[in-house]
């Protein structure tokens, strides 16, 4: 049976409104440049001896020996940023970022521009459909998601340009007045005396080295607990490398130190797993999501009742418009959202809605001694945490400019 009454007549944007003119995409000029810059939009582009790619950090490709003692042996910054620029024909320009290097700059001007050029930046539901249902054929989680959310949080940008509004006024406007903010660190001693409202740390050691793994694990979650002292939040980050029973485990023998939450213990796909050990564990939080996507990989976890809380990435799960989305359908099933890193991006939607409670920051600096930005150089402007708050201007869009003269971007598919 059918439900259409009608064909929808093609949208027509007005002649006189002002329209999408280019679509652009870029990576930094090379490898090195985007190290020296911090990253940019992809945290573990970092040079050797950085906490957070050559410490012991407990991932997917531990149990493969010869990869364990740095995450950049395996290619965790193998792809690098992709920088969106989306320019309106009145000149003003909206910038958006993620993940995904050259090949995400090649889905953006290969194939999702032809649904963005010559558009009404305000159609933001449009655009997204019509660039999710044209990649389902090979889309749906990672990659191209990545860069329609790049695509998508620069045409939010653009828009708040055009409306001379920050993104969070476009979205509803604050429920709170400044974003309350906790560190992902290898230093939590150092993030409670830079004023976070607690600490999360990567988990060392995973399944494959045994016992002896299990024991330093508890021994660093000890060692955390005395060093913040008891109250200060507490949370153990396990990037998907455990299995089921050893993260029952893990939770039980974290129970004396009074552990906030357990993040990411598995694959993501493992929705049965994080169910099971979701029934088993009462004595933490758990929470999960960085690496899901779209609201029906978001879905698939609160059906599946696999945690207490979502943490989609904005750059990454399919940008601003999918965002919202998923904070709408998690808070039907009274879950928060923390969204992971993200930074301006994050805290626009998260400042929007009261079941958003914190935002994550991740400390940068090599030694995890100083705040610095998350997104490297990127941006002039990005906001940083002042004694455990983030506060955001009222300046248009996301509030942030690229810093265009210093990046020598590359644009590596040009269509014009
Ligand atoms: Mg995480």
């Known amino acids: 049976m059918s439900l259409i009454f009608g064909s929808h007549p093609t949208v027509t944007p007005n002649k006189n409104a002002v329209l999408i003119k280019h679509v652009r995409a870029f990576v930094f000029g090379d490898d090195k440049q985007e190290k020296e810059s911090g990253g940019g939009a992809d945290c573990h582009k970092q040079s050797a001896g950085h906490w957070i790619v050559d410490s012991d950090i407990a991932n997917p490709m531990s149990v493969y020996e010869q990869y364990r003692a740095s ?4 290619g965790i910054d193998a792809m690098g940023s992709v920088v969106v620029e989306v320019e309106l024909s009145n000149g003003m320009i909206g910038v958006g970022i993620s993940i995904g290097g050259d090949a995400a700059c090649y889905i953006i001007e290969k194939h999702l521009a032809r649904f963005v050029e010559g558009q009404d930046p305000s159609n933001v539901e449009l655009i997204w459909d019509q660039c999710w249902r044209s990649t389902i054929n090979y889309g749906r989680k990672g990659i191209a998601i990545q860069a329609l959310s790049a695509l998508d949080l620069a045409i939010w940008d653009a828009l708040g340009h055009l409306r001379g509004l920050p993104v969070y006024a476009l979205l509803g406007g604050k429920t709170k007045e400044r974003m309350p903010v906790y560190a992902t660190t290898a230093r939590p001693d150092f993030a409670k005396s830079m004023g976070f409202h607690g600490a999360k740390f990567p988990l060392p050691f995973g399944p494959a080295q045994g016992q002896e793994g299990m024991r330093n694990n508890i021994e660093m979650v ?3 607990r005395e060093a913040v002292g008891e109250d200060y939040p507490l949370m153990i980050d396990c990037y998907m490398s455990l299995t089921v029973p050893y993260a029952i485990e893990l939770a039980r023998r974290c129970e004396p130190y009074d552990v906030k939450w357990i993040e990411e213990t598995l694959p993501p796909d493992e929705y049965e797993g994080y169910a099971r050990i979701k029934e088993k564990v009462c004595s933490t939080l758990l929470t999960t999501g960085e690496h899901e996507y779209t609201r029906w990989g978001f879905r698939m976890l609160l ?17 601003m418009t999918e965002a919202r989305r998923i904070v709408a359908l998690a808070s039907a099933y009274d879950i928060p959202i923390i969204p992971h890193g993200s930074s301006v991006y994050s805290y626009h939607l998260q400042i929007c809605f009261p079941s958003c409670p914190i935002a994550e920051f991740l400390v940068m600096s090599p030694k995890a001694d100083k705040i610095v930005s998350y997104f490297g150089n990127l941006f002039k402007d990005e906001p940083l945490p002042k004694d455990g708050y983030v506060e955001l201007t009222d300046k248009p869009g996301f509030g942030v400019e690229l810093n265009r003269e210093e990046l020598n971007l590359r644009r590596p598919y040009p269509r014009d």
């Not at 995450?71 to 395996?74: G, I, L, N």
């Not at 059906?303 to 940008?319: A, F, H, R, S, Y």
């Open 71 to 74: 995450r950049t042996s395996w």
């Open 222 to 224: 000890k060692k955390w």
């Open 303 to 319: 059906e599946k009742k696999c945690c207490d809380v979502l943490q989609p990435d904005i750059t990454w799960c399919g940008g």
